[in-house]
């Protein structure tokens, strides 16, 4: 008898696939075991090859429907082609990257098959053939665990970055499986231009200098300023800091549900309440530089300066020139 | 034309606590209030009402019948009446049994040109509800729209940004659409207008009302079931200090950076 | 089910507090530095309905009585008093236009009450706190009043552009008029630099020979004291309010701070002398609270309320004072620096032992009104 079915929804990413894809793969394996075979759902043009691209990550099978309209196709379109292929294989558990394309089209394909989505997944696990998703809710201050007992496929999307891509051995069975593309002629793609992503809100940016009570001066603003932008990185503040005229919520990290997780976070005199910690834990690398050598900031930093705020910050836009 | 925006009431803080005893979720105390992202949506609505003479704007929403504090706040904004479904078959349901009865209260409405959500809630923080109802409808959808126009008699065009792409999409009516929060400023309800949105219509519908398959409401219609709840820990790692003067540890900081290929 | 009422006022606070979260606060330690309310400041508040939050429906107003609207501005002031004072004295002026003015006159004026702030005007150079000591005259020509006088320290005065004036119309007899800055005669003076309140301006009108009807006359000739001291009384429960919203301010800012910091390794929380402080500092809130709202239920139910309204502004002024005081204290330095907001509360809630009678005056009124049970 053959192993029940883990999917990864393969997503592409302008010409490449999507990394949330690869990291999806790695962890379906290590969920998979022996138990589950871990098959990958490709949909692209009959020109593109993005397969040699996911083998790499070492799925137990790379599963291609071709058709030169999905590049450009809409999410009712992607979700019928899926559909087509579940009502085939009969998978066991579907895996989306909760990206906006993954979250678009989930619940779409959810909604037809009459089945369980869990959204934005923090962690994944089986106990036997019932996947337990853990999902955050109330802006990441409380976490769920959540579980779709009676139906199949089990669904879930997984928040980017969550897991870690690992390259792995084994040579992937590439196979074709042919669908019928419906399309929706209600709706159409008429442009697509690729973006440079450039950090709107403390929550886009990948570096950031977050400033708090002890980091308030107007002295220490202005070389924080310099600083983010040696880093090409932008300021966030804690709570206390949005009394101050010049910040608003939208630059607050924590609490209201500005959840970040930035490559580097660089702290100035915070102390760290829980829903800071919570707020900003995810980042790469944390510093953290406060006067107070017992601030709990210093329990979730890689780096720590017990000194002051304006004097490190001096130090340090010194060196960088 | 009509326009429809789901909306959905939330806790007013995401401060919530787990109850000690129970595990559970302790929302004592806490007030309701509408989503913020759905004020977005009804913003959106209210923007093509004020370009157009002919459009009006109603809102739907699924809950207790405190909902309807959040539908008077949408009609203080503007919005023209409220439809609430409130009936206890329709308690502890996930998104697809949501899906399912504001899809079939919307196809009682019968005749909305557009349908139009917040990105997500901010208490499950799903964005799922919207696209499920597209499907039920049969309609097409356009999600996480960043800006929206009418671009003719029956068809709007919206641009959609995805993690590497500006999309510009054509959707003939009707449509189902979902809209980022930084498609704009949603407009304050003013003293006035929150008087007089006590004499708008609030249509309130229970189970009877309208057409539904029992096996599909409620917690029995979910096939989601929430088994643990906590609450998360601050992750600690192991710290390794910057020492000496400001100088020194500038220098030792700079270095680990590279390292890390930071800078 | 929530009466309509209730359901309303709910809403209504939900949105200030909304609006004050997002649009006040973020300017309430600039409009201290710079003496104003920011560009585009009031255009924003006036285009959201606050002018009107207390005008009748009738005449284009949301309606709302006079305890949520007190409780409106208890909430405004905890982003910024000045905005609060500003609404405060456009309202007391609403109030006696309405308590006083002729239908003529309330539909002729009243409309515009949502988009122009009106003031109320008694002061001069020559009398403040004594009525009769003011040189500004109404003096009858055909069938005409003929306006004289100069009038100043007028909350909102420059802001404004419709005044009520107290004027003699005879040696020993006063009476308001009501002119718009739009009457020939009319223009401003110099705006006062106050230490407080500074985003809302306090300034001075000139009126040289300005005509006005019959119609433009509040009440009956005489009525000047009367309608004086009614608009005391409104604005003193308004104050109360205010200064509640300050007190609150200054709460937060405290128990923040206590909450986060440390003397040595002891937290601010677990020492008595920050206990002592910050139970002072919400007793002195709460007791304000209290006097204002019972002064606005009294008024809302149409039995008096000047001695309560005096309580309220007599206590809660000298009561924020203390309060930002010891507020000061608990944050030290930072209490005493002015990147911070105490010292400006301190100085904002200051303004009010003065404004709309002295607390010395407030005393006397209380005192007068207890000898008289």
């Given at each position: 008898?053959?192993?029940?079915e883990l999917w990864v929804i393969a997503e592409?990413?302008?010409?490449?696939v999507e990394p949330t894809t690869q990291q999806l793969i790695t962890k379906a394996k290590g969920l998979a075991?022996?138990?589950f075979s871990v098959v990958t759902i490709l949909l692209?043009?009959?020109?593109?090859?993005l397969e040699?691209e996911l083998s790499?990550y070492g799925p137990d099978e790379i599963r291609?429907?071709?058709?030169?309209?999905?590049?450009?196709?809409?999410?009712?379109?992607?979700?019928?082609?899926i559909?087509?292929l579940?009502?085939?294989?009969?998978p066991n558990s579907i895996l989306f990257g909760a990206t906006?394309?993954g979250?678009?089209?989930a619940?779409?394909?959810?909604?037809?098959?009459?089945?369980?989505?869990?959204?934005?997944c923090?962690?994944l696990?089986?106990?036997?053939?019932?996947l337990?998703?853990?999902?955050?809710?109330?802006?990441?201050?409380?976490?769920?665990?959540?579980?779709?007992?009676?139906?199949?496929p089990?669904m879930a999307t997984v928040?980017?970055?969550?897991f870690?891509a690992?390259?792995a051995?084994?040579?992937a069975?590439?196979?074709?499986?042919?669908?019928?593309?419906?399309?929706?002629?209600?709706?159409?793609?008429?442009?697509?231009?690729?973006?440079?992503?450039?950090?709107?809100?403390?929550?886009?940016?990948?570096?950031?200098?977050?400033?708090?009570?002890?980091?308030?001066?107007?002295?220490?603003?202005?070389?924080?300023?310099?600083?983010?932008?040696?880093?090409?990185?932008?300021?966030?503040?804690?709570?206390?800091?949005?009394?101050?005229?010049?910040?608003?919520?939208?630059?607050?990290?924590?609490?209201?549900?500005?959840?970040?997780?930035?490559?580097?976070?660089?702290?100035?005199?915070?102390?760290?309440?829980?829903?800071?910690?919570?707020?900003?834990?995810?980042?790469?690398?944390?510093?953290?530089?406060?006067?107070?050598?017992?601030?709990?900031?210093?329990?979730?930093?890689?780096?720590?300066?017990?000194?002051?705020?304006?004097?490190?910050?001096?130090?340090?836009?010194?060196?960088?020139? | 034309?009509?326009?429809?925006?789901?909306?959905?009431?939330?806790?007013?803080?995401?401060?919530?606590?787990?109850?000690?005893?129970?595990?559970?979720?302790?929302?004592?105390?806490?007030?309701?209030?509408?989503?913020?992202?759905?004020?977005?949506?009804?913003?959106?609505?209210?923007?093509?009402?004020?370009?157009?003479?002919?459009?009006?704007?109603?809102?739907?929403?699924?809950?207790?019948?405190?909902?309807?504090?959040?539908?008077?706040?949408?009609?203080?904004?503007?919005?023209?009446?409220?439809?609430?479904?409130?009936?206890?078959?329709?308690?502890?349901?996930?998104?697809?049994?949501?899906?399912?009865?504001?899809?079939?209260?919307?196809?009682?409405?019968?005749?909305?040109?557009?349908?139009?959500?917040?990105?997500?809630?901010?208490?499950?923080?799903?964005?799922?509800?919207?696209?499920?109802?597209?499907?039920?409808?049969?309609?097409?959808?356009?999600?996480?729209?960043?800006?929206?126009?009418?671009?003719?008699?029956?068809?709007?065009?919206?641009?959609?940004?995805?993690?590497?792409?500006?999309?510009?999409?054509?959707?003939?009516?009707?449509?189902?659409?979902?809209?980022?929060?930084?498609?704009?400023?949603?407009?304050?309800?003013?003293?006035?207008?929150?008087?007089?949105?006590?004499?708008?219509?609030?249509?309130?519908?229970?189970?009877?009302?309208?057409?539904?398959?029992?096996?599909?409401?409620?917690?029995?219609?979910?096939?989601?079931?929430?088994?643990?709840?906590?609450?998360?820990?601050?992750?600690?790692?192991?710290?390794?200090?910057?020492?000496?003067?400001?100088?020194?540890?500038?220098?030792?900081?700079?270095?680990?950076?590279?390292?890390?290929?930071?800078? | 089910?929530?009466?309509?009422?209730?359901?309303?006022?709910?809403?209504?606070?939900?949105?200030?507090?909304?609006?004050?979260?997002?649009?006040?606060?973020?300017?309430?330690?600039?409009?201290?530095?710079?003496?104003?309310?920011?560009?585009?400041?009031?255009?924003?508040?006036?285009?959201?309905?606050?002018?009107?939050?207390?005008?009748?429906?009738?005449?284009?107003?949301?309606?709302?009585?006079?305890?949520?609207?007190?409780?409106?501005?208890?909430?405004?002031?905890?982003?910024?008093?000045?905005?609060?004072?500003?609404?405060?004295?456009?309202?007391?002026?609403?109030?006696?236009?309405?308590?006083?003015?002729?239908?003529?006159?309330?539909?002729?004026?009243?409309?515009?009450?949502?988009?122009?702030?009106?003031?109320?005007?008694?002061?001069?150079?020559?009398?403040?706190?004594?009525?009769?000591?003011?040189?500004?005259?109404?003096?009858?020509?055909?069938?005409?009043?003929?306006?004289?006088?100069?009038?100043?320290?007028?909350?909102?005065?420059?802001?404004?552009?419709?005044?009520?004036?107290?004027?003699?119309?005879?040696?020993?007899?006063?009476?308001?008029?009501?002119?718009?800055?739009?009457?020939?005669?009319?223009?401003?003076?110099?705006?006062?630099?106050?230490?407080?309140?500074?985003?809302?301006?306090?300034?001075?009108?000139?009126?040289?020979?300005?005509?006005?009807?019959?119609?433009?006359?509040?009440?009956?000739?005489?009525?000047?004291?009367?309608?004086?001291?009614?608009?005391?009384?409104?604005?003193?429960?308004?104050?109360?309010?205010?200064?509640?919203?300050?007190?609150?301010?200054?709460?937060?800012?405290?128990?923040?701070?206590?909450?986060?910091?440390?003397?040595?390794?002891?937290?601010?929380?677990?020492?008595?002398?920050?206990?002592?402080?910050?139970?002072?500092?919400?007793?002195?809130?709460?007791?304000?609270?209290?006097?204002?709202?019972?002064?606005?239920?009294?008024?809302?139910?149409?039995?008096?309320?000047?001695?309560?309204?005096?309580?309220?502004?007599?206590?809660?002024?000298?009561?924020?004072?203390?309060?930002?005081?010891?507020?000061?204290?608990?944050?030290?330095?930072?209490?005493?620096?002015?990147?911070?907001?105490?010292?400006?509360?301190?100085?904002?809630?200051?303004?009010?032992?003065?404004?709309?009678?002295?607390?010395?005056?407030?005393?006397?009124?209380?005192?007068?009104?207890?000898?008289?049970?």
């Amino acid at each position: 008898m053959s192993k029940p079915e883990l999917w990864v929804i393969a997503e592409r990413r302008l010409d490449h696939v999507e990394p949330t894809t690869q990291q999806l793969i790695t962890k379906a394996k290590g969920l998979a075991g022996d138990h589950f075979s871990v098959v990958t759902i490709l949909l692209e043009a009959t020109t593109d090859h993005l397969e040699d691209e996911l083998s790499v990550y070492g799925p137990d099978e790379i599963r291609i429907a071709r058709d030169d309209r999905f590049p450009t196709a809409t999410d009712a379109e992607l979700a019928d082609a899926i559909k087509q292929l579940v009502d085939q294989y009969q998978p066991n558990s579907i895996l989306f990257g909760a990206t906006i394309t993954g979250r678009s089209i989930a619940p779409r394909l959810q909604a037809k098959l009459q089945t369980g989505l869990t959204a934005d997944c923090l962690d994944l696990r089986f106990d036997d053939e019932t996947l337990v998703a853990t999902k955050p809710s109330y802006g990441d201050n409380i976490m769920c665990e959540i579980i779709c007992p009676d139906h199949r496929p089990q669904m879930a999307t997984v928040r980017p970055n969550t897991f870690v891509a690992a390259p792995a051995a084994g040579a992937a069975t590439v196979t074709d499986s042919p669908v019928t593309f419906h399309p929706v002629d209600r709706l159409h793609v008429t442009a697509a231009t690729p973006v440079v992503n450039t950090a709107t809100t403390v929550g886009d940016a990948s570096r950031v200098v977050a400033l708090g009570r002890g980091a308030a001066s107007a002295a220490t603003i202005d070389s924080a300023t310099k600083l983010a932008e040696k880093l090409g990185g932008r300021i966030g503040v804690s709570r206390p800091l949005t009394d101050q005229p010049r910040f608003t919520h939208d630059d607050q990290i924590g609490q209201s549900g500005n959840t970040i997780h930035p490559e580097l976070i660089v702290n100035f005199g915070i102390s760290g309440a829980v829903q800071y910690l919570v707020g900003m834990q995810d980042s790469q690398t944390i510093v953290a530089v406060n006067a107070d050598e017992n601030a709990p900031i210093f329990d979730v930093a890689d780096y720590g300066y017990v000194g002051d705020a304006q004097a490190f910050m001096t130090a340090l836009l010194a060196q960088f020139n | 034309m009509k326009i429809v925006v789901c909306i959905k009431q939330v806790p007013e803080t995401n401060d919530v606590k787990i109850d000690p005893v129970t595990h559970n979720l302790d929302r004592r105390g806490l007030a309701g209030v509408m989503n913020p992202f759905d004020k977005n949506a009804i913003e959106l609505a209210l923007t093509l009402k004020d370009s157009r003479d002919d459009v009006q704007v109603a809102l739907l929403t699924m809950g207790p019948d405190d909902y309807a504090e959040s539908l008077r706040e949408g009609m203080a904004m503007g919005a023209d009446e409220g439809y609430l479904l409130s009936d206890r078959a329709f308690a502890g349901a996930d998104t697809l049994a949501t899906g399912y009865v504001i899809a079939q209260a919307l196809k009682k409405i019968g005749d909305a040109d557009l349908i139009l959500f917040g990105r997500q809630a901010v208490d499950a923080d799903t964005g799922q509800v919207g696209p499920i109802v597209a499907e039920f409808l049969h309609q097409p959808q356009i999600t996480y729209a960043a800006s929206l126009r009418l671009s003719g008699a029956n068809e709007v065009t919206a641009e959609r940004l995805l993690e590497d792409t500006k999309q510009t999409l054509v959707a003939q009516l009707p449509a189902v659409v979902s809209v980022r929060s930084e498609l704009n400023t949603p407009r304050y309800p003013t003293p006035r207008n929150i008087q007089l949105s006590f004499a708008k219509p609030l249509t309130v519908w229970h189970h009877d009302d309208l057409d539904l398959d029992d096996s599909r409401l409620g917690q029995a219609g979910s096939p989601t079931i929430v088994t643990k709840v906590y609450a998360p820990e601050p992750v600690k790692r192991e710290l390794t200090p910057l020492t000496g003067t400001p100088s020194d540890a500038a220098s030792q900081l700079i270095t680990a950076l590279k390292n890390r290929q930071l800078i | 089910m929530p009466s309509t009422t209730a359901a309303a006022e709910k809403l209504l606070l939900q949105m200030v507090d909304d609006y004050t979260q997002r649009e006040i606060s973020p300017q309430d330690m600039a409009m201290d530095a710079a003496g104003d309310f920011p560009e585009g400041f009031l255009a924003k508040l006036t285009e959201t309905g606050f002018l009107g939050i207390m005008l009748p429906q009738e005449f284009g107003g949301a309606g709302f009585g006079p305890e949520v609207t007190a409780t409106v501005l208890n909430h405004i002031a905890r982003g910024n008093a000045s905005t609060a004072v500003t609404l405060e004295g456009h309202f007391k002026t609403i109030d006696q236009i309405l308590k006083f003015g002729t239908p003529a006159l309330q539909k002729q004026l009243l409309p515009s009450a949502t988009e122009r702030i009106f003031a109320f005007s008694m002061t001069e150079a020559s009398g403040g706190s004594n009525p009769m000591g003011i040189s500004s005259t109404a003096t009858r020509e055909g069938n005409h009043w003929v306006l004289n006088g100069d009038k100043i320290m007028i909350t909102n005065g420059g802001l404004a552009e419709v005044y009520c004036v107290l004027v003699k119309t005879a040696p020993h007899e006063l009476s308001v008029f009501v002119v718009d800055q739009d009457m020939p005669g009319f223009s401003f003076g110099k705006r006062e630099d106050f230490i407080g309140l500074r985003g809302t301006p306090v300034g001075e009108i000139v009126m040289d020979h300005i005509i006005v009807d019959d119609d433009h006359l509040l009440g009956k000739v005489g009525d000047g004291g009367l309608i004086g001291d009614s608009a005391h009384d409104d604005a003193r429960i308004l104050m109360g309010a205010v200064l509640t919203g300050i007190m609150e301010h200054e709460l937060k800012i405290a128990t923040d701070y206590a909450k986060e910091r440390k003397a040595g390794n002891t937290p601010l929380t677990d020492l008595q002398v920050t206990h002592r402080k910050v139970a002072d500092i919400a007793l002195r809130k709460e007791t304000t609270k209290l006097l204002y709202q019972r002064a606005a239920q009294l008024k809302a139910a149409g039995q008096p309320y000047s001695e309560e309204a005096a309580m309220a502004k007599a206590h809660g002024s000298r009561a924020a004072v203390s309060a930002g005081d010891d507020t000061l204290q608990i944050l030290a330095g930072y209490g005493y620096s002015r990147e911070y907001p105490v010292e400006h509360l301190i100085r904002d809630a200051r303004a009010m032992e003065i404004a709309e009678g002295t607390v010395e005056k407030m005393r006397s009124a209380i005192a007068t009104a207890e000898f008289n049970k």
